[in-house]
């Protein structure tokens, strides 16, 4: 993962194995990558499977260099390069997540593991609190309209339409207000809403979208009425000044 500024070059990465970090677990050596461990100071624990609940088998200094044999799927973590469910395999039954490790590239480097076997999606994705505000049982959202799609998406992962009611650009008050965490930040599973003009918003009403991905300050949505009504359209855009998220819960 990289996505802050800095001076380390890629070549820098090093080619250096670890010990156990042999390259030949069904990954030919060409396929492998290489990785800088990039911690604030402390050592980065090294993991016997992709996930922080599971047993710590080493640790490695902040600078070490490392092989990474494949990659897999994980247990979500915020690291130094922000949020990532990369995990980094640099051996038998030894892992290290991706957030802490520096390969010049903020997409998977090396071949995906085989036969891993990745853990159920989180039920509260990005570890923060997702309250249960007020529901109800329909759409309450114009049809054709960007609330109306926001609304059936926040349905679709959630299970239950929010009670929010307003115009996109009042949504964010108006389901702090019933209940529902509302945050700053970006987080995956949420609606975000666009106060006017904000990446084109309408500059009366604002806009909403679903929130699908989360990379860094980019945000992958899927949204209604961008492009007119009752269509549906994907578009990336930076988080910037002027947007809220309505965290949606995990069915439950």
């Known amino acids: 993962m990289k996505n802050l500024k800095r001076t380390l070059a890629l070549g820098a990465a090093g080619t250096t194995m670890l010990a156990g970090g042999v390259v030949g ?8 990558a290489n990785g800088t461990v990039h911690t604030a100071s402390a050592p980065l624990t090294v993991r016997a499977k992709a996930t922080t609940h599971s047993k710590a088998v080493g640790t490695l200094k902040k600078g070490a260099k490392v092989t990474i044999v494949c990659q897999a799927r994980g247990q979500r973590v915020t690291g130094t390069y922000g949020s990532s469910t990369w995990w ?3 051996g038998n039954g030894r892992w290290v997540s991706d957030a802490y490790v520096y390969t010049g590239s903020n997409t998977r480097v090396a071949p995906l593991c085989k036969g891993a076997k990745n853990p159920p999606p989180a039920t509260n994705p990005g570890g923060v609190k997702r309250t249960w505000g007020q529901t109800i049982g329909h759409n309450t959202g114009s049809g054709g309209q960007c609330t109306w799609g926001a609304y059936e998406k926040f349905k679709a992962y959630s299970g239950k339409y929010p009670l929010v009611m307003g115009n996109a650009k009042d949504m964010a008050r108006n389901a702090k207000a019933r209940g529902w965490t509302v945050t700053y930040k970006p987080y995956a ?3 975000v809403v666009f106060q006017p003009g904000v990446h084109g918003a309408n500059r009366t009403y604002g806009h909403v ?4 991905a ?5 945000i992958d949505i899927v949204e209604m009425n961008f492009r007119g009504e009752w269509v549906w359209s994907t578009r990336t855009v930076t988080d910037v000044s002027g947007m809220q998220y309505i965290l949606a819960p995990a069915k439950r």
Do not use: E, F, L, R
């Open 189 to 191: 599973h949420s609606m």
């Open 88 to 90: 980094d395999k640099i």
């Open 214 to 218: 989360v990379h860094g300050n980019k």
């Open 25 to 32: 677990i069904g990954v030919a050596t060409s396929q492998a």
């Open 209 to 212: 979208a679903w929130v699908k």
